[in-house]
């Protein structure tokens, strides 16, 4: 079975980097897509952005030059980083296979975003 | 980016009734049309995809309909189970949007 599970920092001051890891269990990540999606206070979703087989990746544009995913395939795992945070980057961070459509979900992390 | 409006924001429903949930996209998006539902301390769950293609693992009394703009999801003879938070999300183009949620509970 395909299980994915976020961690990291819960609490990030403004102006610093935001690094998540997400393991991956069950399925290698040298096959399909592999994204990050956030949920802010309020309900709203965001796909920030994927890492493929490849390694290649694709952004969310609004998100500009502050985001970047890597990966350990040694270790099935894949990383956010996002930069410059403000409190506006508080949510939940969720990792996902993306399939287009995201078939399996990591529980989720809170992160707080706060001096 | 395509917006996704999704309504209604809240429904409250009985088990055994049916209920509808509908998301229309800013500009066609073919079929490629997902919905997930979200409870606390659960991971998310892919119920529906390309519109009416169900997930595995799904019940039946889950459908997915539309195509182009406009979208619904219908739960029939509702199980406690299916109380939570449903998202729409298109996957047609990127960046892929989501819907800003309908909260289903219990009347």
């Known amino acids: 079975e395909v299980q994915l599970q976020e961690s990291g920092p819960g609490l990030v001051k403004p102006s610093q980097s935001l690094s998540l890891t997400c393991s991956v269990t069950?399925?290698?990540?040298?096959?399909?897509?592999w994204g990050w999606i956030r949920k802010f206070p309020g309900n709203k979703m965001e796909w920030m952005g994927y890492i493929s087989y490849s390694g290649s990746t694709s952004y969310n544009p609004s998100l500009k030059s502050r985001i970047s995913i890597t990966r350990d395939t040694s270790k099935n795992q894949f990383f956010l980083q996002l930069n410059s945070v403000t409190t506006e980057d508080t949510a939940t961070y969720y990792c996902a296979r993306d399939n287009h459509y995201f078939d399996y979900w990591g529980q989720g992390v809170m992160v707080t975003v706060s001096s | 980016d395509v917006q996704m409006t999704q309504s209604p924001s809240n429904l409250a429903a009985s088990p055994g009734e049916s209920v509808s949930i509908n998301c229309k996209a800013s500009?066609?998006?073919?079929?490629?049309l997902a919905w997930y539902q979200q409870k606390p301390g659960k991971a998310n769950k892919l119920l529906i995809y390309s519109g009416s293609t169900l997930q595995s693992g799904t019940p039946s009394r889950f459908s997915g309909s539309g195509s182009g703009t406009d979208f619904t999801l219908t739960i029939r003879n509702l199980e406690p189970e299916d109380f939570g938070l449903y998202y729409c999300q298109q996957h047609n183009e990127y960046p892929y949007t989501f819907g800003a949620g309908t909260k289903l509970e219990l009347k």
């Open positions: 069950g399925y290698s990540i040298t096959s399909n897509y």
């Open positions: 500009k066609s998006i073919s079929k490629y």
